[in-house]
């Protein structure tokens, strides 16, 4: 079946070209593509002051307080990425999945202090998903504190349900 | 904390685009099954 | 059921090219019909009742949870269509298959409402967990092209006087299209985004506990099976619908 292998190979090759040509755009476009920046590439590229960016990372334990700037509530904490953490306030309410532990995306921009003023705070939540009664198990256990960050690896939990 | 609303209307939305296309595509189904036979009865009257 | 026009041996069993034939794969599908029906309504019942009443709640996200089971299911099955679409448009470009073509333009809308239907239910457990409808991160932006590319094929199948000119441009835009799949599939591992990262993956265990991952296992088939049964049904129609039209081209 000549036509057809001729066909066959025509798509193949425009399809392979094709690829190559989105390979090529994607990593060229890699840096805009991130949807938010690390504590330290922050701290290591820092972009002009007054732009407004997207700092994600870690809320660091034991970090959080509230404080009363100019009469509003607001709320300060470190954001950490393990290697370098910046300080965040933001006045205004709290997604209900954010605490210490707990991965955000805040957006606002870094003044002169290295301070990092949030318009917007957004709680990412982890790919994890157990009930109650196993994350409190593993609490107990000693195996992980919520404040410190994510629960340790799947394989020591995920059978750990109570049978119904 | 309650979010009840938004699964509410997940399941809703849901429920009701699932539902309204599946019943779309049964009865379009119908009715040409339903013309197909009055064609071959006009054709071939037996 | 023996078919002369092929190969002895080939004639009387059931050989699965003959079902390129329009009117075996009418026959055929008739009879499935029902069983197809059946399945997918009765793991769909099992999976939503056990992930509505009878499954744990998060403990940090609670009973919003209750989304994923049919948030991720619908997000698979939105690239998993696209991919059918692909390969109608292989059998159709290359191999000239009779029925590719008209697989395409049923698959497409229900694939379209499929992928309408991730976002929109996305977006509503997003709101509460997140607390946001929306962000411009890779993963949401691929789906949303995803969304886009099914409503471009859908459009070009009608958008030519002549019908085999639309059938090609769509298989065009779907071969052309699949490459959307793996930038969706990898989005969160190749760029920091807002949608977290993959629960399942074939290099470690599941980040999900099984109490979970049952109910979420017979949504996803309920729902696979129900795409199947859909498109069953929109396929056996459009054949049909080209029987009406070559008899009343003939009279």
Redesign the interface.
Known sequence: MKR?TK??WI?LS??GS??IA?ILI?SAF?SN??????PSQLINHPTEQGTTIRL?GMVMANSLHYSHKDQTPTAQFKVTDGQAAIEVHYTGIL???FREGQSV?AIGSLDKNNVFTAN?????????????????ALRKSGKWDPKYGP?P???T??????P? | MTHLPYLIAAYGITIIALGTISLHSWTRLKQVQKKLSQLQNNNKPS | MTDTSLPPQQQSRFNIHRLANPGFFLRFATIIQPWINVSAALCLVIGLVWGLFYSPADWQQGDSVRIMYIHVPMAILASGGYFALAVCALCSLIWKHPLADLAAEEIGPVGAVITALCLITGSLWGKPMWGTWWVWDARLTSVLVLFFLYLGHITLLHAFDDQQKGYKAAAILALVGVFDLPIIKFSVNWWNTLHQPSTFSLTHAPSMSFSMMWPLFFCFAGLALGFIALVCIRLRTAILERQIRHILLNE
């Open positions: 057809k066909r066959l798509t425009a399809m094709f690829a989105i994607l890699s593509l991130v949807y938010f920046k690390a994600g997604p209900d999945l995306i917007e705070v957004l709680a990412k939540h982890d790919e994890t998903y157990m009930p109650k009664e196993v994350a409190e629960p690896d799947a394989q939990w995920d059978h750990m349900t109570k119904k």
